[in-house]
């Protein structure tokens, strides 16, 4: 419903999640039984971070599904999706429709909010000129993919992205394998005109502070496990 409401006023709204039913356990997991409407106006949806007793901090909502189908599907520039675990999806988002400026933060893709894995085929998806993709960032913006049956981010044809400060391939601890198939595929469409994809950039040069320290941070990605390179 927040979806729909916000496909019809057509202009940047934001979609929260209420902390007294949403703090980041399991049973905060929603079941789709069929697809959501599609993303069609530049909305926020963010869930936020909570410190459940199972976990030290994550996603406080989770959308599982709907089985064979996509998950989230964007389908209008300037949409960002935080907060979420989004699992058990055909396409857990799916960015299409030249769709610019897709940001995805602090979320858990492939992962359920107890921490453990919940495939979806594919975890983010962006097709053809859905240029501008932001995907994480640096400290606890970065996103967690991992665990997914096929490609954890799959970039067709999408250009100008910038992927820094996330896990793919391992669970949210850091350290624990939790395999994609692929963690990032980026290549040009071949498909009707074909579109190149260029000018994205996976991680950054790191600054000193960064850069002295054994921890992944000012940017930095795990990119971990997978089950083919």
Do not use: Y
């Not at 927040?2 to 356990?25: K, M, Q």
């Not at 599609?38 to 959308?63: E, H, L, Q, R």
């Not at 320290?213 to 990119?223: E, K, S």
């Amino acid at each position: 419903a927040a979806i729909e409401v916000t496909n019809l006023a057509g202009t940047a709204e934001e979609v929260l999640f209420d902390f007294a039913v949403f703090n980041g356990e399991l049973a905060d997991t929603i079941a789709l039984a069929s697809p959501l409407p599609a993303i069609k106006a530049p909305v926020t949806v963010n869930a936020g971070t909570c410190m459940p007793a199972s976990m030290a901090s994550g996603p406080c909502a989770g959308v599982n599904g709907p089985a064979g189908n996509f998950g989230i599907s964007v389908e209008a520039d300037g949409v960002t999706i935080r907060g979420l675990a989004i699992t058990g999806a055909l396409t857990g988002i799916s960015v299409i429709n030249k769709s610019e400026d897709f940001t995805a933060q602090a979320n858990w893709v492939g992962v359920k909010l107890d921490g453990t894995a919940g495939a979806n085929n594919t975890g983010i998806f962006i097709d053809p000129e859905s240029d501008g993709a932001t995907i994480g960032d640096q400290g606890a913006e970065g996103n967690v993919i991992a665990g997914n049956n096929l490609e954890g981010l799959d970039m067709q044809g999408a250009s100008e992205a910038t992927i820094r400060g996330n896990l793919f391939g391992v669970a949210p601890d850091g350290t624990t394998q939790m395999a994609n198939a692929v963690n990032i595929e980026i290549t040009d469409s071949t498909s009707g005109p074909g579109a190149k994809a260029v000018g994205n950039e996976i991680g950054t040069e790191l600054g000193s502070e960064p850069a002295a320290t054994p921890g992944c941070d000012g940017g930095c990605n795990v990119i971990a496990g997978a089950l083919s390179h």
